[in-house]
């Protein structure tokens, strides 16, 4: 194979538009916050799997609590399958998160991007099925949990994959800023939820609340849940389309290269051999295997096939993953990584997930009413909440970003967040309506100006990129750990030791992962791939 002119100019020239829209003279000038349309087009692309999960996340709270009209003629559902319930898709996203971060970094983005909005779609049909008329309630709790495991599956696959696939393409001095831009559509996914569930409702009024027809909230959470399948299709022909990354492809590259120099130094009579000693041709080596699925992944088509390469690498063992991380260096980011989004997610969903908690607080638990009027106040209760501290979060993070750094960012986020859960625990009981919702905002504010934000991207940031999205997917799926924990014993342990000592727990969750924060290197303004690079060289020199 001949050798790759890596100069910036060359290097530049292969880029993608995202790329060369955003590194040029021009793109040097723009603010970093800038959108040009190619960037955009890929926020709509990448960004919709976050829309969908923070979209699932919002509306399973109202969806819950329209069930238990449906099934149990408004009685609360067992606390043991509606832990399950709202804890089903984090499940499923631990294994979509390990399993997509593993396939993106073996069978390359291209082959793999696109397949995890594809199971989104299937669940969520099927989520759309749920045979509420002919199950005993218990049953159809139990069906539904059983696909919002497989759709949580696919959402957990979109963030190493969503990942990786941005930050493969983002200029040095934007990746920070394209990375949160994705993210914060966490924040108006759980808008939307909350404004397509007031709509809803406000639809079925005169027949829940005029006609007293309180079974008719069936349909209601059916079309909720529906309308998410709406940009799904709209950008699943984009990403199953969507060109290998050059930047992934270099990478490739540069493992051909280094396998080659190790055979040379290795060869002492660098002679090439040319048969088996049975005088048949000998097979490949790694190297032109290597080669062979670059040439394969340049082939146009919706579906590539998976190459004889791309097989052995699913089959065998993550052998140079493992090496890698087995120096300390390594390790101890991705120790990290991993730990500072467990301790985040425990807290984050802890509180999220549970929100009928603090809606109590600030008068929209919906206790009192008819029917619809309870339901109608959980969902407006949401989107206050929604609106006064997730989205401008987001935002704050996404205009600071190249400015603060990563880590400032997270250990402040960390360190503020825990300020407010303190004020909240230690003045649970006596904070009016008015002051218990601005303490609510401000924690979700530096949540999101904080650790939501860079835990998610710090992995797609700091890791090689032949080493990206195993990495993310092993980070988010650690933090998914916290958020199955949160959610599964959440309201058992406000029952035994009350609210407030729970969120002295989260309190203590938010200053470890300020004290965890230290062990991962700034990464504005760096390249992960140049810092192995110079590794490689440091072990042959």
Known sequence: MAAVDNSPEA?????????????????????????????????????VGFFLDAYDLFVINPVSTMLQYRLYGGKAIPAGIQGVLKAGANIGSVIGQFAFGFLADSLGRKAVYGKELMLIIFATIMCLTTPTGSLSPDNAIIYLTIFRVIL?????????????????????????????????????????????????????????????????????????????????????YQRLTLPESSRFEESRHQHVQATRAVNDDASSDHEKPKKTEAGGPIAKT??????????????????????????????KPPAEFLVYFS???????????????????????????????????????????????????????????????????????ILTVETLGRKWIQIQ???????????????????????????????????????????????????????????????????KAGAIISALAFNQLSIDIGTDKVLWIFFGCCMAGALFTLLLPEVKGRDPDEVLA???????G
């Open 11 to 47: 290097r530049r020239a292969r880029l993608e538009e995202v790329d060369l829209e955003g590194g040029g003279p021009a793109g040097a000038n723009r603010p970093s916050f800038y959108l040009t349309k190619t960037e955009v087009k890929l926020l709509g692309i990448a960004g």
């Open 413 to 479: 986020g960390f360190l503020m967040a825990g300020l407010f859960l303190a004020i909240l625990a230690g003045k649970f009981h006596s904070l009016s309506h008015a002051s218990f919702i601005v303490c609510f905002a401000l924690l979700q504010f530096f949540f999101n100006f904080g650790a939501n934000t860079t835990t998610y991207m710090y992995p797609a940031e700091v890791f090689p990129t032949k080493y990206r999205a195993f990495a993310h997917g092993i980070s988010a799926a650690s933090g």
């Open 152 to 236: 949580g599956i696919g959402v957990g696959g979109d963030y190493p994959m969503s990942a990786s696939v941005t930050s493969d393409r983002a200029v040095l001095r934007r990746r920070g800023t394209m990375l949160a831009y994705i993210f914060s559509n966490q924040g108006w996914g759980s808008f939307f939820g909350g404004l397509v569930t007031i709509i809803v409702l406000a639809a079925y009024k005169h027949v829940m609340d005029g006609k007293g027809e309180t079974s008719k909230v069936d349909g209601v959470w059916r079309i909720v849940v529906g309308v998410s399948l709406v940009p799904a299709f709209a950008t699943l």
């Open 286 to 315: 790694e190297t032109e295997e290597v080669a062979v699925h670059m040439e394969e992944a340049k082939r146009p088509g919706h579906f590539r096939g998976i190459s004889r390469y791309s097989l052995s690498c699913l089959l």
């Open 327 to 397: 120096e300390w260096r390594h390790a101890k980011i991705l120790i990290g990584t991993c730990v500072c989004w467990f301790l985040l997610d425990i807290a984050f969903y802890g509180i999220n997930l549970n929100q009928n908690v603090v809606l109590q607080q600030i008068g929209f638990d919906g206790k009192t009413g008819t029917a619809w009027e309870k339901l109608f106040k959980i969902s407006t209760g949401g989107i206050i909440i929604t609106a006064l501290g997730f989205v401008p979060g987001y935002y704050v993070s």
């Open 534 to 540: 110079k590794e490689m060289l440091e072990r042959r």
